[in-house]
């Protein structure tokens, strides 16, 4: 079996987020991986939800801003030690961009939540968790809101966690 060696973590900055973020960092901290945060601006989203004003271009950029900031909020809100964390914003489509990003970062294992804070306009076109659970070149983890998160220290007695992490 291959070493996983860079995990990413798509993080919406929901509650979801926090705990894919942890099951990513525990996964990471056991194999001695690199953590990827990444965040994807839809600009197909945030058009639907600017406010009708002529400076689009001012808009976009506080938009980045913004979830330049969160994200690195982010970071450093939740603990993390012995892991690196490299951070990426990227504007696009969601799916497109996460599995792109993957791809040219040698991403070995994605963790992902199964529904983020835009969950009602996912279930009407279909979930970014779906899409890159199909289109995935390597093993997604599809993380359900509200479930335990294994500790790395117990790690060792699930078996499934062996099949993964090594």
Known sequence: MTQVKNILVPIDFSTSSYQVFELGHCLAKHNGANLHLIHVIDPVY???QKPRI?????IHKIRFENAKEELRKFKFEVPHSEVEIIEALIEGIPHKEILS?????????IVIASHGWTNLS???MGSIADKIMRQSDVPVI?????????KSREMRRHSFAENWVG
């Not at 002529?54 to 001012?58: A, G, I, K, L, Q």
């Not at 990003?101 to 294992?109: A, L, P």
């Open 46 to 48: 945030y058009e639907e």
């Open 54 to 58: 002529s400076d689009t271009e001012f």
């Open 101 to 109: 990003y993957s791809r040219q970062n040698d991403i070995d294992m």
């Open 122 to 124: 996912h279930m009407l």
């Open 142 to 150: 599809c993380v359900k809101s509200n479930v335990s998160v294994i």
